[in-house]
């Protein structure tokens, strides 16, 4: 079994939450023994005195009795997977070990989940042997990404007359980690593509750096067929040549994330539509071999500062961290797109896709003007006016320049844009894209139906 798992023993509370534990039937029984000791003394009645002290004793003596308990019980959870796609479920395993000399008697069991996982979940455990077990599991499920803590687990004690119950709690919890669905991509090549492997102007130098343009001296274990014999005449000594290598193809994907980009929330909105198809574009690339960094609206990049942002293709921790960013990823206040633009002011970008929500023509101009930095850029335009449609065909009121608008100025500005409206499958889309990219400059407007790229791609499966 695959995840993380944790062990801790119960906390035991105060003696006012002891009391504080009584049941409705320890709460009537002390109530009736106050009373009829009360009505004892008015009436000098004392066997109906020593009735009234027995009433109200009994759920002290309980109280007391379940407080002093001192059960040795070691809980543990595991969680598997730890990290699952939105929609699909997650076992939780639960297991209580007795390590007391001492038999245990019934106990509750019950797990702290967030209500989105489920409802609670309880367990009701016969006694336990000292040094046994009991194993129990359950499933959790969520249809919203997001990192969710399971814990603390609680266990409830109860006496043998249900005077009382007490609930005391581990202090260890899990995190699952609920990311986007991943869609499988077709493999495509889009324009420009190519460029990261071994087209002659990006040629990377070979191992040995800058000093390494021409071919340097024989070393131990060098293949001989890759001597430089004219470079071996002209030093009197053997000469290799360096070993020419492609260099790793980059890609940014940009995410649009600001609030006033996107409309409506829950699990079928178009924001959620786009981290989701970041993720699948990130994971595909990756698995191509591609060096894939996320950058969002605010300018923050995603794996960080260290070798230019990028995570380096073919590495499960790149495909993880980029993930467990997106299953967090919130919109933010963000008014434009500037904050991007500087971001990819450092250099030139292999590949540049972005997922963009509603832009004014200020923003459609910036957003030209980034498409600069890169050889290639691919650009899926959410149709905020059919995704804000409500039911019924209600159509709440929307700002920004319509999509249709907004994916000819974006062609325009050297962007190969395919507007999304809702239900539009990201497979679909990445094989437009790639006919769009190929297609005569004449020719690529014709994907400016969102709807039409959806049937031809269709037809071309």
């Known amino acids: 079994m695959s995840g993380g ?34 009505c004892a003394y008015l009436l000098g009645q004392a066997d109906l005195l020593r009735v009234g002290l027995l009433l109200a004793a009994l ?59 489920g409802p609670r979940p309880r367990f009701v455990l016969d006694r336990i042997e000292p040094g046994g077990h009991r194993e129990v599991s359950y499933r959790v499920r969520s249809d919203l990404r997001g990192r969710y803590p399971l814990g603390p687990l609680q266990l409830r004690l109860s006496d043998p007359f249900g005077m ?38 990006h040629r990377s130098l070979a191992l040995a750096g800058e000093d390494d343009i021409i071919p340097r001296g024989y070393r131990h274990g060098d293949d001989l067929r890759r001597v430089h014999w004219r470079s071996t005449a002209r030093h009197g000594e053997l000469m290799v040549r360096r070993e020419e290598q492609p260099r790793k193809a980059r890609c940014t994907i940009l995410l649009d994330t600001r609030t006033v980009a996107h409309h409506g929330s829950g699990p079928d909105s178009a924001f959620e539509w786009a981290v989701a198809g970041a993720a699948s574009v990130a994971l595909h690339l990756l698995e191509r071999g591609f ?55 450092g250099g030139t ?71 999304v409206a809702p239900g539009a499958a990201l497979t679909d889309l990445w094989r437009a894209a790639d006919r769009a990219g190929a297609a005569p400059a004449g020719a690529a407007p014709g994907w400016g139906d969102a709807h039409g790229a959806h049937e031809r791609s269709e037809a071309g499966a």
């Open 349 to 419: 970008e292999g590949l540049l896709i972005a997922f963009f929500g509603e832009l004014d023509e200020e923003q459609v101009a910036l957003a030209g003007r980034i498409s600069r930095r890169s050889a290639t850029a691919v650009a899926f335009v959410l149709d905020g006016d059919a995704w804000s449609r409500g039911p019924g065909g209600i159509r709440f009121s929307q700002g920004g320049t319509p999509v249709a608008e907004r994916s000819r100025m974006l062609r325009e500005a050297g962007w190969t844009a395919l507007p």
């Open 164 to 201: 009382c119950e007490l609930t005391r709690s581990f202090s260890t919890f899990e995190t699952l980690t609920v990311v986007p669905r991943v869609e499988p991509l077709p493999p495509v090549r889009l324009a420009g593509e190519a460029a990261g492997y071994g087209d002659g102007r």
């Open 5 to 38: 798992g944790s062990t801790g023993t119960p906390e035991p509370g105060g003696l006012r939450a002891a009391f504080g534990g009584l049941t409705t039937r320890g709460r009537s029984f002390l109530a009736a023994g106050l009373a009829a000791a009360a």
């Open 59 to 117: 759920p002290l003596v309980c109280v007391l009795v379940l407080h002093r308990t001192r059960y040795r019980v070691a809980g543990s959870r595991t969680l598997a997977p730890a990290r699952v796609p939105a929609t699909a479920e997650a076992r939780v395993g639960l297991r209580v070990e007795n390590v007391a000399r001492l038999s245990t008697g019934v106990l509750m069991l019950q797990d702290r989940v967030p209500y989105v996982l």
């Open 291 to 345: 060096s894939v960094r996320l950058l969002t609206d605010t300018g923050s990049a995603v794996p960080g500062p260290e070798g230019g942002g990028f995570a380096g293709g073919e590495s499960a921790d790149a495909g993880g961290l980029l993930l467990d960013t997106l299953a967090v990823v919130e919109h933010s206040a963000e008014e434009g797109l500037s904050a991007a633009y500087d971001a990819l002011r």
